[in-house]
């Protein structure tokens, strides 16, 4: 029996244990290899994850900055169309009071031109039956100056009755025109001009001013008288 198991352990020692210690490295070896290549596969797999990841970071960084800008350009074209409306809002209201203004200054001119020609028939009437109270010695007339060229008809009735003539600057009277229809070489006229003078300035320089406007007038009067002389 002893015999029988050396021999055995025997061929066991000479041929079978090295080819069950050949198998168990080979397999040892091999599952190294599998468990290496899983190795390398799971850093590869978590490589991927971490790329993956910062790819979808940086995507979403990217879609935020996008979202941004569109919110900045989107904002930016609204506030560009609202300054735009205000602008042509201002415009079209700038037209429109200018030419309300125009429409205004239209209409109180032929206002006023009416005004003139009722006056001015009202005035001829009056004109006309006072003097059968007086002459141009002993009468003279008030006429405004507002509408200088209002005199020629005044002259008309009257040609040689002086004059008084009050409205000349502030209330808006020419003397130019005044003296062109109302002044002839025979007779003069006397010209009043209070506002223009006394309210020229409302600071302390008013007399200077005031003592200025009514030089102004006056040289401007001497102008006149010179020109009707010639």
Not at 33 to 46: F, G, H, N, T, W
Request: hydrophobic share 40%; proline share 1%.
């Amino acid at each position: 029996m002893t015999l029988i198991f050396g021999i055995v352990f025997f061929v066991l020692a000479k041929w079978g244990f090295p080819m069950i210690t050949g198998s168990v490295e080979k397999r040892a070896q091999r599952i190294g290899e599998s468990i290496k290549a899983a190795k390398e596969a799971e850093e590869r797999l978590r490589n991927l994850a971490e790329e993956q990841s910062r790819m979808i970071e940086e995507t979403r960084q990217e879609q935020s900055r996008i979202l941004k800008e569109a919110a900045a350009s989107r904002d930016n074209i609204v506030e560009q169309a609202k300054v735009q409306a205000r602008e042509e809002a201002s415009r079209i209201l700038d037209q429109a009071r200018t030419q309300i203004a125009a429409e205004k200054e239209s209409a109180l001119r032929d206002v006023r031109k009416e005004v003139a020609l009722l006056s001015v028939s009202v005035a001829e009437k009056v004109l006309k039956k006072s003097q059968e109270w007086g002459g141009d010695t002993n009468m003279m007339y008030v006429v405004g100056a507002t509408q200088g060229e209002m005199f020629k008809d005044i002259r008309k009735c009257a040609p040689t009755h002086f004059l008084l003539v009050p409205g000349v600057g502030a209330q808006g009277g020419s003397l130019q025109e005044v003296c062109k229809y109302g002044m002839t070489a025979d007779c003069g006229l006397l010209v009043n001009s209070s506002r223009g003078i006394i309210y020229a300035s409302q600071g302390e320089d008013f007399a200077e001013v005031a003592a200025q406007k009514a030089h102004e007038l006056q040289q401007d009067m001497a102008a006149e008288l010179e020109r009707i002389e010639r």
